[in-house]
């Protein structure tokens, strides 16, 4: 009877749901998933990007930047066709050039081809008092210049008009208005206020930028820009690895979806015989090495599990834990450097995800063992959510903090940069676009893939 009884829970067993059963991690079924968040969130109407998915709050610039460049990759990967990404792009930049441009503070969504950094849902305007952001007009312009290589066909009139209008979004950007006295360019400007005081120095996400604004036939910048931007550099040695210092590993990330940096230096990198590429691995090892340490104690570090970016966090408050009171942060920077550590716990895929194409070999054992940990809490139908904190608890979060958006800023880099490690997709295309072209050798970066093409 006892044989039987076990027979029949055994049967019975086998019949039921397995609720805790999840996909393994596998690199494909990230890529879908985090293409398919700017393919299936993008409004249908104004076809900008959404900042955050599900809580909607406004669009970004940046996001609509990264969209346009996981189209391409979306095509590559045959999860559209050619047309049906064409088309979206061609939706896209037409409400970009239709959009309302001037120096008022409302009913407008830019000023001098630049474009202020959130953006309505509804109308695509400026989001209460946020600033015409010259770094997410970068971003922006990056995705904009990789349709304007990648759909090249003389004679489809879709694609002929994506390069049109790329063209002229990109010619549009008074980049030179954007600079200041002291020959480095603000972060932005505010229609009540003027320029922001803080302009663009040390090493950060802002590389692409500048290589567009020198590389601009309408509106350039000085040359002597990124003489001044090199200048502000800060090369030091943090936890084993000697690199150019910049705290969140993002700021080592954005510049690379676009711009291949393997081999080609300017002279800064000349001077210490390295190059961007690799200083971006070194950064992204040393972010990994002060993780595994992990001086501040915080759980679930460790050799598989690191990566400190700018993310969401769990609150901006302190709280006791175990005794101890600790310091946490709702958005933030968070990133570990000799210049600086901002560090509560936290940690985001996009950490290991946008580095992917530095660090394969690491960054997959990381996403692996994130997906396969914790799939239930972190990873939904547009891949990884953004970012998750074990230590922090209280009656809500008693297993930790998991965040419940997906960031399109953070989803970019993610599937850019693995298909960058895989294909070499963008940056190929980028090679081709005399714009980046131009702006690298004014900038001085010799060598490599540089040596063998031209620009007018």
């Known amino acids: 009877m006892r044989g039987v009884c076990l ?226 550099y800060t090369r030091d040695t943090f936890y084993g690895y000697e690199n150019v210092q910049f705290d969140p590993l993002f700021g080592h990330q954005y510049s690379h979806m676009w711009v291949d940096f393997r081999g080609i230096r300017d002279s800064f990198m000349t001077s210490v015989g390295d190059d961007y590429f690799e200083n971006s691995k070194k950064a992204t090892l040393s972010n990994k090495a002060y993780c595994v340490a992990n001086p501040m104690k915080w759980k679930g570090y460790g050799d598989n599990l690191w990566g400190l970016t700018a993310c969401d966090g769990p609150a901006n408050e302190k709280v006791n834990i175990d005794g101890a009171d600790r310091q946490f942060y709702d958005y933030r920077a968070r990133g570990a450097a000799s210049i600086q550590v901002v560090d509560d716990g936290t940690l985001a895929p996009t950490a290991a995800g946008g580095s992917f194409a530095f660090t394969p070999e690491e960054s997959e054992q990381c996403l692996s063992n994130m997906w396969n940990t914790y799939y239930k809490d972190l990873v939904g139908e547009y891949g990884f959510k953004d970012a998750f904190n074990l230590t922090f608890k209280n009656k809500v979060h008693q297993d930790g903090w998991f965040d419940v958006d997906y960031l399109g800023i953070d989803q970019g880099p993610i599937l850019l940069q693995i298909e960058n490690h895989e294909t070499g997709l963008i940056w190929n295309i980028m090679k081709k676009n005399p714009y980046i072209i131009a702006g690298l050798k004014k900038a001085g970066f010799k060598g490599g893939w540089l040596d063998s093409v031209s620009y007018k």
């Not at 104004?46 to 460049?69: C, E, K």
């Not at 567009?212 to 931007?229: C, D, N």
């Open 7 to 232: 027979f029949l829970i055994v049967i019975i067993s086998a019949c039921q749901p397995e609720h805790n059963s999840f996909p393994p991690y596998s690199r494909e079924d990230l890529k879908k998933r985090t293409f398919q968040y700017f393919w299936e969130t993008t409004d249908t109407t104004n076809f900008q990007v959404p900042d955050r998915f599900p809580t909607l709050t406004f669009s970004s610039i940046a996001a609509t930047g990264f969209g346009l460049s996981a189209y391409i990759t979306g095509i590559e990967n045959k999860y559209i066709t050619r047309s049906e990404g064409a088309n979206r792009v061609l939706q896209t930049l037409k409400v970009l050039w239709e959009l309302p441009q001037g120096p008022d503070s409302v009913l407008v969504s830019g000023y001098k081809g630049f474009f202020y950094h959130f953006l309505t849902l509804d109308k695509a305007q400026r989001f209460k008092n946020v600033e015409l952001s010259s770094i997410d007009t970068g971003l922006l312009m990056a995705g904009i210049l990789s349709c304007m290589s990648y759909f090249d066909s003389p004679t489809d009139t879709t694609e002929t008009a994506i390069r049109a209008l790329a063209d002229n979004l990109y010619k549009r950007v008074d980049w030179n208005w954007m600079m200041k006295s002291n020959g480095k360019m603000s972060m932005g400007w505010h229609p009540e206020k003027g320029f922001i005081e803080s302009d663009w120095k040390g090493y950060n996400e802002a590389m692409v930028l500048l290589i567009m604004a020198m590389g601009s036939p309408t509106h350039p910048i000085p040359q002597q820009s990124w003489s001044k931007w090199c200048s502000t």
